[in-house]
C-alpha cells in the first residue's frame, strides 16, 4: 500500500507580541500547545512522535505561504503514527499578532439645534428648533444616558463692547460647557469639543441652551448646535 503524507494546515492566531512560546499562554512549551491543537482536529496527540519546526526557506512542496510576514510566523511538522500503523505528517502553521481588530463601537450621535432670531440685549434662553423658547424645565428631553460632547455657534449680529457667553444647561443648571463669541472677532463663531463622560447625561435630563450678555451691546441670529453621543 502505498504511504502518502497528509498535510493539514491550521492557523492558529496568537494574541501576543513576540516570539509563539512566550505570550501566548503555552509556558514556553511548544510540543503541549501543538499537540492541543491537533487533538482538536481530530488527532491523537499520545500518537505524536516528533515535532520539528520548519525553515521557512526550505518548505515543503505541499506548503505555500504567500504574503506573510514571516517574524510572525512559525511552522511545524508533526510526525505521528496514525490508527493503520503508518507514519504520516501534519503541517502547523502559528501566526502571531500584536493584537486582533476590535469590533467596532457603535455611537449614536445627533445634533440638537437652538436659535434666536430676533435682536436682543438681554441674557435669554435660545429657542429649539420648533420655534419654542427653551428654558429651565423646558428643552430637548433625552431619551439614552450620553455625553455632551460638542457645541458650535454663530452670531449675525454684534455690536457694542462685550462678549456673549452661550452656554449649555441640563435640568436648569450650568453644565460649563459654552461658546464665547466678541464683538471683537472677526468672525462672529465659536466651537468647542470636549470627550465623553465629561458632561454626561441620562434619560429624561433636559438640554437647554442660554445666552449670557457680558457687557453693554446688541446681539441676535444666533444658531448654536449641540452634539450629544449615546
Do not use: C, R
Not at 56 to 84: C, M, W
Not at 105 to 131: A, Y
Amino acid at each position: 500500500m502505498k504511504k502518502e503524507a497528509s498535510v493539514f494546515l491550521i492557523l492558529l492566531v496568537l494574541v501576543s507580541a513576540g516570539a509563539f512560546a512566550q505570550n501566548s499562554g503555552i509556558s514556553g512549551n511548544i510540543d503541549n500547545y501543538v499537540k492541543n491543537f491537533i487533538e482538536k482536529g481530530g488527532l491523537n496527540g499520545s500518537s505524536v512522535d516528533q515535532i520539528t519546526e520548519i525553515d521557512q526557506s526550505l518548505l515543503p512542496d505541499d506548503v505555500e505561504i504567500k504574503e506573510v510576514d514571516k517574524n510572525k510566523v512559525g511552522i511545524y511538522e508533526v510526525n505521528y503514527t496514525g490508527d493503520s500503523g503508518d507514519k504520516e505528517s501534519v503541517y502547523v502553521i502559528m501566526y502571531s499578532t500584536p493584537k486582533l481588530k476590535q469590533k467596532a463601537e457603535t455611537k449614536n450621535v445627533q445634533i440638537v439645534v437652538f436659535g434666536s432670531s430676533t435682536s436682543n440685549n438681554e441674557s435669554k434662553f435660545l429657542d429649539s428648533s420648533t420655534g419654542v423658547q427653551t428654558g429651565e424645565n423646558t428643552g430637548y428631553v433625552m431619551l439614552h444616558s450620553g455625553s455632551l460632547t460638542g457645541i458650535s455657534s454663530s452670531s449675525g449680529i454684534l455690536e457694542g463692547d462685550g462678549q456673549i457667553a452661550i452656554k449649555i444647561y441640563k435640568n436648569g443648571e450650568d453644565t460649563g460647557f459654552e461658546n464665547l463669541i466678541s464683538f471683537e472677532d472677526d468672525k462672529k463663531i465659536d466651537y468647542d469639543l470636549q470627550s465623553e463622560g465629561a458632561v454626561s447625561y441620562v434619560a429624561g435630563d433636559i438640554i437647554s441652551v442660554y445666552v449670557e450678555q457680558q457687557g453693554n451691546l446688541k446681539w441676535g441670529n444666533v444658531i448654536t448646535s449641540v452634539e450629544i453621543t449615546s
